[in-house]
C-alpha cells in the first residue's frame, strides 16, 4: 500500500480539504488514515519524493496512477514515496472548467507548502515530480516553501514554458537541480497553450503573449543554472499526454539505469514491448532522483 497526502475534500470534484490528510491505499476500497506520528517516525531521515498527478483527477485514478508508478520506480535508499492528490477535476464541466483549475493548483500547492515546513523538518531530503496540471502545484508549493527542495521534475508540465525564469523564478533558486520530460507529440499540451487560456485562437508563436506549454517545447531560454537538460523525449516514440502514467499496471520491462532522454531518432526502449513508456519515466525519475 503507498502513503499518500490527501488535499482533496471529496472523491471526485470538490474544493479543496479543510487540511491534508495522510492515508495509505492501493484504492478507494482500503483508503486509511495514517496517524501523523505514524507518518512522522516512517520518514525520519529518509529522502522524501512527492509525486502528484494532473487535471482531470480523481481520487481513485490518482492513487491508481500514482501507487502504480511507485512499483517501478528505484530510489537509492534510504528514501520514501509519498503520492499527492489534489482536487484537479470536475464533475460538470467535461474540461470546460480548466482555466479555474489553475487556481485550484496553485492554492493545493500553498497547502502543500505549509504542510511540508511544518511537518518535514526531520526528513533527510525533499525532492518533488508532477505531471500535466500538477507541475503547478509542486512549482507554487516550492515557491511557498520555506525548506529547500533537493530535486524538482516537471514531466508533461501543463505550465507556461516560461514557467521557470518569469512566473515560478522564486522557486528555481530554492531548487538543487530541475529536470523535465517533454514532448512535441503530446497532442493535448499542443492543443492547450495558448487555446486554454480563451484568447489564443488570435495568437500565433510570433505574438509576445503566445506561450507554449513547457511539457510540449521544454522550458524556454534562459534557463535557470541549474536545469538539467535534455528533456526533449524523440519524436518518433509519439509519446503522448497519458503515457507518463497509467492508471493500470501492465508487465513493463527493466530499463538499465542510468535511464536519459537520448537524442532525436532513436528507438522506442526495450524494443517496443508493452509498458515501455512507464519503464521509461520510472526510470528517468529515479536516474535522476539517485
Known sequence: ???????????????????????????????????????????????????????????????ASLGNWEQLLRLSEPAVYVGVLWPGDSTWAYGLDYPGELSVADHAGIMLAAF??????????????????????????????????????????????TCLNREFAAATGKVGAISALASRKDTVLSRLFPLGNFIGEILDAGHPWWHAALGHCGPAQPWPPNFVA?????????????????????????????????????????????????????????????
Open 1 to 63: 500500500m503507498s502513503l499518500f497526502l490527501d488535499l482533496r475534500y471529496a472523491p471526485v470534484g470538490g474544493d479543496l480539504a479543510a487540511q491534508p490528510k495522510i492515508v495509505r491505499a492501493t484504492s478507494l476500497a482500503d483508503y486509511a488514515m495514517v496517524a501523523l506520528s505514524e507518518f512522522l517516525a516512517a520518514i525520519r531521515g529518509r529522502h522524501l519524493l512527492l509525486a502528484t498527478h494532473g487535471y482531470n483527477v480523481t481520487r481513485a485514478a490518482g492513487i
Open 116 to 161: 511540508l515546513d511544518a511537518n518535514f523538518q526531520q526528513a533527510a531530503s525533499l525532492s518533488l515530480v508532477s505531471h500535466s496540471l500538477g507541475a503547478r502545484v509542486v512549482l507554487a508549493a516550492v515557491r511557498a516553501m520555506v525548506r529547500p527542495v533537493r530535486r524538482l521534475t516537471l514531466m508533461a508540465g501543463a505550465v507556461d514554458d
Open 230 to 290: 535534455p528533456f526533449e523525449i524523440p519524436d518518433g516514440w509519439k509519446f503522448n499526454h497519458g503515457n507518463y502514467l497509467q492508471t493500470d499496471l501492465p508487465p513493463v520491462p527493466v530499463l538499465p539505469l542510468p535511464v536519459e532522454v537520448p537524442v532525436q531518432g532513436a528507438e522506442e526502449p526495450a524494443g517496443g514491448a508493452r509498458g515501455w513508456q512507464e519503464a521509461f519515466t520510472s526510470g528517468f525519475e529515479s536516474s535522476r532522483f539517485r
